[in-house]
Nanobody, 126 residues
Framework: QVQLVESGGGSVQAGGSLRLSCVVS????????MGWFRQAPGKERKGIAS???????SYEDSVKGRFTISQDNAKNTLYLRIDSLKPEDTAMYYC????????????????????WGQGTQVTVSS
């Protein structure tokens, strides 16, 4: 059983920064692919960043330069740092993981992940 628990969301003003965390527990093994998704009100969930056990990263075009995905294997934790927050970054943010394979191609979509967290809300005010 694998569990993912996100934290670090909150209400911030535009221009600020946040670091989201996702603690992964359970049967974890390499290779693996992990990612961050977000879902804004009334919109579909969308992948924004991914990283695999070879430390290859990928980002959705609209967040390149402001979002940074990273991992701390000693802590079994995935991170997403968000800089220069914008009101349009307001969304529920989810982490996801899949084990037994690397990330395929650029920014794997939802069907590529078997395990999901419950989400952490980010609200950005102007």
């Amino acid at each position: 059983q694998v569990q993912l628990v996100e934290s670090g969301g909150g209400s911030v003003q535009a221009g600020g920064s946040l670091r989201l965390s996702c603690v992964v527990s359970g049967y974890i093994y390499s290779p693996y692919c992990m990612g961050w998704f977000r879902q804004a009100p009334g919109k579909e969930r969308k992948g924004i960043a991914s990283i695999d056990s070879d430390h290859r990263t990928s980002y959705e075009d609209s967040v390149k330069g402001r979002f940074t995905i990273s991992q701390d294997n000693a802590k079994n934790t995935l991170y997403l740092r968000i800089d220069s927050l914008k009101p349009e970054d307001t969304a529920m943010y989810y982490c996801a993981a899949d084990f037994g394979s690397y990330c395929y191609g650029d920014l794997p979509g939802s069907p590529n992940y078997h395990y999901w967290g419950q989400g952490t809300q980010v609200t950005v005010s102007s």
